[in-house]
């Protein structure tokens, strides 16, 4: 008797257990291998497609900052004319934001750091990408994998291909405080990051 009712309790609990496994952002739209996200910037809105068949841990890591509303009020604090424009890691004020686990670097995919690619930065070690993401502004071969590990490519830019020209034409100064080489003079903000519907 007690060995049926402790059954019946496993039963019940267990897909309450499973549903909180599952918030890494596999979760988001599970069956959509391609979704898309818009960002509404102060320079205007740009929506970009994600390539989850060919970056899986990359798509469902950036969605679930994405599905916590983590990049909202972030700013694209690195802009490289002609190469990159990099944000999602800090507020106005320069203040780091908190990031999940390092995420495994899945540049191999066959996806290259092309104009108007989205891609994840890091440190110099291949997997310690978090939370930052850049649009590359020309062809970056040099980013992608060869001897060494590249930066992982998990999406491109659909809509919005002259917010991101504009963003990479700003004036950019050196922050001496922060240690911040090409920072936009004036912010660039990412105000909200939205998962849009399925097509």
């Known amino acids: ?3 049926s009712l402790l059954l019946c309790i496993a039963l019940i609990t267990a897909p309450a257990f499973a549903a909180k496994k599952a918030d890494d952002g596999s979760q988001i739209q599970p069956d959509n291998y391609y979704p898309r996200v818009k960002l509404e910037t102060s320079m205007g809105d740009i929506v970009i497609e994600l390539d989850r068949r060919k970056a899986p841990i990359t798509v469902n890591n950036f969605l679930r900052y994405v599905d916590k509303r983590s990049y909202e009020e972030t700013i694209f ?19 780091e934001k908190p990031s999940y686990p390092e995420i495994y670097n ?3 995919n066959g996806l290259k750091n092309s104009l108007y690619s989205v891609a994840m930065a890091r440190q110099n070690d291949p997997h310690t990408a978090t939370r930052q993401f850049f649009f590359n502004l020309d062809d970056n071969d040099s980013l992608d994998p060869g001897r060494n ?5 998990f999406g491109a830019v659909v809509e919005g291909y002259e917010v991101v020209d504009a963003m990479g034409e700003v004036e950019t100064e050196y922050k001496a405080l922060l240690g911040f080489a090409d920072a936009p003079v004036e912010p660039i903000i990412l105000h909200k990051a939205t998962v849009l519907p399925e097509l």
């Open 149 to 153: 590990w590249g930066y992982t490519v």
């Open 106 to 108: 899945e540049s191999g």
């Open 77 to 95: 604090h690195r802009v490289v004319p002609g190469f990159v424009v990099q944000g999602g890691g800090y507020t106005v004020d320069f203040d």
């Open 1 to 3: 008797m007690l060995r």
